[in-house]
T-cell receptor
């Protein structure tokens, strides 16, 4: 069935360093790939997304890359700050029944050490 | 989180009891979703609704029912709660495909414990 693998499960970086989180998806029909940040006790919040017709997208310190051939996509955070500490989820989705059906990765707990 | 309201925030049930989790959004979105979140397993889709009056099963629908009576509300019902349903439940409202930008809003979550 449809599956999204996410690595690593935990990641610790020094403040100011970069962090990279990688995801692999199985459904070749997936065409939309959002990333969410979840802080303790809150619901996930969309931070960046990319569509299948684009290879890279950047928003300030955050960037996402997509390799459709390999079915890989990655989140890159540069110049990390303590407030970046959270759990990050990737998702792969495709249109079905007139809407998107999202499959999420298992999450990466990012700790930024001051 | 702005736009999606879930109730209750916390609930303890005894095995076999029933309850309904309520979700409402005020963003006029067609699509709404119910997810459960368990440690180490990410978010798993229970049910979703592409529009008022339509619902579809997700990855883990067994033991749950949903109802989408109007565009604003999407409820999740546990008819006979089991300990395996102990989890954090999130409702989400997401804009449909084809838009120039995508909005995804999650509720604050319902922490359910079944004893």
């Amino acid at each position: 069935g449809e599956n999204v693998e996410q690595h690593p499960s935990t990641l610790s970086v020094q403040e100011g360093d970069s962090a990279v989180i990688k995801c692999t998806y199985s459904d070749s029909a997936s065409n939309y790939f959002p990333w969410y940040k979840q802080e303790l006790g809150k619901g996930p919040q969309l931070i960046i997304d990319i569509r299948s017709n684009v290879g890279e997208k950047k928003d300030q310190r955050i960037a996402v890359t997509l390799n459709k051939t390999a079915k890989h996509f990655s989140l890159h955070i540069t110049e990390t700050q303590p407030e970046d500490s959270a759990v990050y989820f990737c998702a792969a989705s495709r249109t079905t029944s007139g809407t998107y059906k999202y499959i999420f990765g298992t999450g990466t707990r990012l700790k930024v050490l001051a | 989180n702005a736009g999606v309201t879930q109730t209750p925030k916390f609930q303890v049930l005894k095995t076999g009891q029933s309850m309904t989790l309520q979700c409402a959004q005020d963003m006029n979105h067609n699509s709404m979703y119910w997810y459960r979140q368990d440690p180490g397993m990410g978010l798993r889709l229970i049910y979703y609704s592409a529009s008022e009056g339509t619902t579809d099963k997700g990855e883990v629908p067994n033991g749950y029912n949903v109802s989408r009576l109007n565009k604003r509300e999407f409820s999740l019902r546990l008819e006979s709660a089991a300990p395996s349903q102990t989890s954090v439940y999130f409702c989400a409202s997401i804009t449909p495909p084809g838009r120039s930008s995508t909005e995804a809003f999650f509720g604050q979550g319902t922490r359910l414990t079944v004893v």
